[in-house]
């Protein structure tokens, strides 16, 4: 009798038809809802720290004062090209490359329905905040040009980035197989979210806790997508929205 032949699609991640169920579910859920708890109770304590002045808020000027300090010309311009990749037509272009790739190789809708969801909830967290907070940016003699006018707490270039980032590195973790490349991937997507916030406080675009309130936020909201994905679809048998 000839051996029973593999699929050629075997090695794909199994985004939609769900995989038997395993123990420990129930863990991960309360270990991602305890973490994004965490996360959103910080970010309100960096918000109160501004208007009390003190905890996070206390480094604003420190911190600020020190990035003026080691700006140089040529500095500058490479971190004005890189912030520019979380602008909203940077993390749009980043964002279709990384779905279309993931889509090709997952066969599945998912990579497209995760990253538009993560990325419609930053930007209505990133628009709501502003306006209810309505933080002025640092003054403009302390900012690298083109100056920003929108309300500056928190950073919405570092939130966006942070949450849509974050599920794309999700996403690449479920394809790949060798631990050594999900280690390289988490990796170098965490050092691009860090840099995207440092380069907002760099520029003197944002203050340090603007941007620490974006980290928060964008990987709380990030977390919560990734969680309810993993639960429905990873662990379960349900909304088999594959081609």
């Known amino acids: ?66 990035m003026v300090a080691h700006r140089t010309p040529e500095l500058n311009q490479l971190v004005t090209g890189f912030t520019n990749l979380g602008s909203t037509p940077g993390m749009a272009t980043i964002a279709v490359i990384a779905v279309a790739l993931l ?8 990579p497209l329905i995760l990253v538009v969801v993560t990325a419609a909830g930053s930007l209505t967290l990133t628009s709501v905040l502003k306006q209810s907070v309505g933080r002025s940016r640092p003054p403009h003699g302390e900012a690298v040009p083109p100056y920003e006018s ?10 966006n980035a942070s949450a849509i980032i974050a599920v794309i590195a999700y996403l690449m973790v479920l394809q790949l197989r060798s631990t050594l490349a999900k280690a390289a991937t988490i990796t170098g997507l965490s050092l691009f979210i860090f840099l995207m916030g440092v380069s907002r406080n ?3 675009l944002h203050w340090f806790t603007d941007v620490l309130a974006g980290w928060m936020i964008g990987l709380g909201w990030a977390a919560l997508v990734m969680l309810i994905h993993y639960l429905v679809v990873v662990r379960g048998r349900h909304l088999p929205w594959r081609w």
Not at 46 to 51: N, P
Not at 103 to 110: A, E, Q, T, Y
Not at 150 to 159: A, K, Y
Request: avoid cysteine; aromatic fraction near 12%; hydrophobic fraction near 40%.
């Open 150 to 159: 929108s309300p500056s707490f928190p950073s919405g270039h570092t939130l």
């Open 202 to 204: 760099y520029l003197g």
């Open 1 to 66: 009798m000839s051996p029973r032949r593999v699929p050629s699609n075997a090695a794909s991640p199994d985004y939609g038809r769900g995989s038997p169920k395993r123990p420990g579910g129930r863990r991960v859920l309360w270990f991602v809802l305890v973490i994004t708890s965490a996360l959103f109770g910080l970010a309100r304590r960096v918000h109160l720290s501004i208007g009390m002045k003190n905890g996070p808020a206390s480094w604003d000027q420190p911190i600020l004062e020190w």
């Open 103 to 110: 889509m090709w190789r997952s066969r599945s809708w998912w």
